[in-house]
């Protein structure tokens, strides 16, 4: 008779035999990624070379930008309501809402100057 350890699964909490459980959990770490270096390239923000992440973190800091792929999709999905309030005049967001408000000021400064109340 073979004895056998036991360990306690924390999603299920059943016990499972421990070479099962080791299994799963190098299943599930086996595929570790590394993320490469980066290859050099000019910053079209202040002209330096950047060749590692180390110098765009230090290069984005320096400068007070971010990478696209930072900002949430949301942010975007927000963007391309205010170009399209923007392009068709709609007053969907708050941009829009102002925009508006400033084509009708500028009507009134226009019918002003022509002396139209």
């Not at 290859?39 to 950047?50: L, M, N, Y």
Request: net charge positive.
């Amino acid at each position: 008779m073979t004895r056998r350890s036991w360990v306690q699964c924390p999603k299920t909490y059943k016990l499972i035999p421990k070479e099962e459980y080791r299994a799963s959990e190098q299943q599930r770490y086996g595929d570790i990624f590394v993320q490469p270096d980066i290859e050099a390239f000019r910053s079209v923000v202040d002209g330096s070379v950047i060749s590692s992440q180390r110098t765009m973190r230090e290069h984005n800091k320096r400068n007070g930008v971010v990478r696209a792929d930072e900002y949430p999709p949301e942010y975007y999905a927000q963007k391309a309501r205010e170009r399209a309030d923007l392009f068709q005049g709609t007053t969907h967001t708050s941009y829009g809402r102002k925009l508006k408000a400033d084509r009708i000021e500028s009507i009134k400064a226009a019918l002003a100057k022509h002396g139209v109340h």
